[in-house]
């Protein structure tokens, strides 16, 4: 049986038209004076199974980075560049 994975084209929007601040991330969360810091990629990981890497356009990620995502998702979660 095929499983279908759902998710999204990047998961940090942070500012200006198109933010997700208060629609999917919770209300106020955010870098900033007296804003909650929200692990972004860990609370989308919660929702979804799979997001697309699209910095991947600009350069390939260190292993470090990669290696800091994959910490902060759970096991089965798959990431696409």
């Given amino acids: 049986m095929s499983k279908i994975l759902i998710g999204t084209s990047g998961w ?12 999917f991330y919770p209300s106020g969360a955010g870098k900033g004076r007296g804003k909650r810091k929200v692990d972004e990629l860990a609370f989308y ?7 697309v890497i699209n ?6 990620p260190s ?13 089965h979660f798959l ?3």
């Avoid at 940090?12 to 629609?23: A, L, V």
């Avoid at 292993?63 to 096991?75: D, I, L, S, V, Y």
Wanted: glycine content about 12%.
């Fill in 12 to 23: 940090s929007y942070p500012s200006g038209k198109g933010t997700w601040n208060g629609i």
């Fill in 63 to 75: 292993p470090a980075t990669a290696q800091g995502w994959a910490r902060r998702t759970p096991e």
């Fill in 79 to 81: 990431f696409s560049l």
């Fill in 55 to 60: 910095s991947s356009f600009y350069g390939v």
């Fill in 45 to 51: 990981a919660e929702h979804f199974d799979t997001v």
